[in-house]
């Protein structure tokens, strides 16, 4: 299929295969690509119908009213909110589970990801975006927002949020830490050693994991496209030409 984005007045895709996944989202979503790293984990085939973010196909809008990214359809189902869809997956496709069974562990990574919501309105957005705050004030506000995550590592003693292989906390938090070269690039931001050594000997293991080599973007065209989207252009099918 097309990766080139919908947008506006754009036809509506054609209809699904029986039984077969489709992801509606945007190549440089953070949160489409949460779902891509579970289906990824799961060896499970899908397609991706990619979406303009700042002008949205109205077909999208009336299947999700809401507008957010990511959105999930297979046969008569229809699911949004990349936390929510990842769940479902990981209860269907019983291959390589990532949430834990138990109800107490499943409640603190539910309350792990709350802890680094932070990072997505306060640090990660105003990087690539106009912000009001200066490169300092995001840094600061970013930096914040990883030491619930550091502590986390340093309190279990492991290679992963997940134990010895990523799980769903992995998963759950990494589109953000791919992005973080972007920013050192655009801003100078650095998640230091000394201050956050677990984490950043995280990352290098997870650079070493198939379905982030399978999903991940290189540095350099996310730097192009937050160019673009900074300077309000589109943005979307940057490198696809």
Known sequence: MDQRAHGGDSEFPPPLEAGKLRIYGNRFCPFTERVRLVL???????????????????????????GRTPGLEQD??????????????????TQNVLFPKDPYDKARIKLLVSAFDPVVPLGAYPAY???TATD?????????????????LTQLSTPFFGGNK???????????????PA????????????RF????RWVERMYGQMAVQVCMHP?????????LYKDNKSFHDVGLD
């Open 197 to 200: 050594p677990n984490l950043n």
């Open 166 to 180: 990523p799980r769903i906390l992995d998963f759950l938090v990494w589109p953000w830490f791919e992005r973080f």
């Open 129 to 131: 975006c106009k912000s």
């Open 76 to 93: 008569d189902r229809s699911l949004w909110e990349s936390i929510v869809i990842c769940e479902y997956l990981d209860e269907t496709f």
């Open 40 to 66: 990824a984990a799961k060896g499970v085939e899908y397609e991706q119908v990619n979406i303009r973010l700042r002008d949205k196909p109205k077909w999208y809008l009336e299947k999700y009213p809401a």
């Open 183 to 194: 920013f050192h690039e655009l801003s100078g931001f650095q998640m230091s050693e000394e």
């Open 219 to 227: 540095t350099p065209l996310l730097v192009k496209a937050v160019q």
């Open 136 to 152: 300092k004030e995001v840094e600061a506000a970013l930096l914040t927002g990883l030491e619930p995550l550091e502590a986390e």
